[in-house]
């Protein structure tokens, strides 16, 4: 018996970005497939960054619709900017540079926990879960400057886990680190693909790109090729 294709996560119709006079890029319609690890690829300037901020609501999107199914399966649509508040908890971006809060590092993952309402006890929960699975328990009490560039990556990432989002959008999460480091935050992006969310990542590092069962997406001449090989 064949399993039914899984319906798509998000669809983004009409993404166009314009620099002055100059078309960035157009997009008729980007699919978002569901359980997904995806490799977002191009040369620099290509506007790679500028999409994924767009589709996380951190960038305006004039036109652009969206699509998804809210949790009783009904289809909804509606403008991409701003956000739609059903899709703010199911969408979380991470910086290339992540910011951190001048705080402690437990403080920095409970924040949008905080934000939402959520309870002490369950925030609790999340976090300490949150921060064995990033391996920054021993840093939990330090304030962020402290922190190696690895470190930082690593409660970027808890910080973005903890909200339980279906859709993770990375920029560059391998920059500027090497050796250990790098292998680290490698090995969480991967349990977070695993784990079944869909990750969508600008990056430039091999080793991401070839991890087993990652799509490469290519953005180049103002169009996106999703089935780039």
Known sequence: ????????LLTVRGLVRRVGSRQLFAIPELVFPRATAVALTGVNGAGKSTLLRMVAGLEPAPGATVAWEDEGGTRREA?????????RQRVAYMHQHPYLFRTSVRDNIAYGLRARGVAHDEIERRVGAALGWA?????????PEKLSGGEV??????????????????????????????????????????????????????????????????????QLDTRHR
């Open 1 to 8: 018996m064949t399993t039914p294709a899984l319906s798509p």
């Open 79 to 87: 403008p991409l900017t701003p956000l739609p508040p059903a899709l």
């Open 135 to 143: 391996g920054i328990v021993h840093v939990q009490d330090t304030a």
């Open 153 to 222: 990556q690593r409660v970027a990432l808890a910080r973005a886990k903890v909200l339980e989002p279906e859709l993770l959008l990375l920029d560059e999460p391998t920059s500027n680190l090497d050796g250990h480091a790098r292998e680290q935050v490698i090995a969480l992006i991967g349990e977070l693909a695993a784990e079944g969310r869909s990750v969508v990542m600008v990056c430039h590092d091999r080793e991401l790109i070839n991890l087993p069962g990652v799509v490469r997406w290519k953005l180049g001449d103002g």
